[in-house]
């Protein structure tokens, strides 16, 4: 009888963060729909969104953290991650 291939610790993980990452971006478009209603531009929703995330990031990882992060979507910024014309394949 053929064993069926178990998925590794790894995988496992790498499943809960993008279960979590998920979950992370429904609230996070949940915030942002709630925003818009009462009437706030979405240049600073966006503007609060990316201020709170780097003072979270720096009392997390500090100062180097959040410069590495930073340049991490920088990079897929250029890569076009973030593109509303990109396409997945």
């Known amino acids: 009888m053929e064993r069926m291939m178990e998925p590794s610790l ?3 993980d790498d499943m809960i963060v993008h279960e979590k990452m ?3 971006l429904e609230h996070q478009n949940e915030a942002w729909a709630d925003g818009m209603a009462d009437g706030i531009e979405p240049e600073i929703i966006a503007d609060a969104a990316i201020a709170l995330a780097m003072r979270e990031t720096i009392r997390l990882h ?3 953290g959040a410069e590495a992060m ?3 979507l920088r990079e897929r910024m250029l ?3 973030f593109s ?3 396409t997945l394949q």
């Open 70 to 72: 930073l340049e991490s």
């Open 10 to 12: 790894n995988d496992i």
């Open 62 to 64: 500090g100062e180097g």
């Open 22 to 24: 998920q979950a992370a």
């Open 79 to 81: 890569a076009g991650e």
């Open 84 to 86: 509303p014309e990109r």
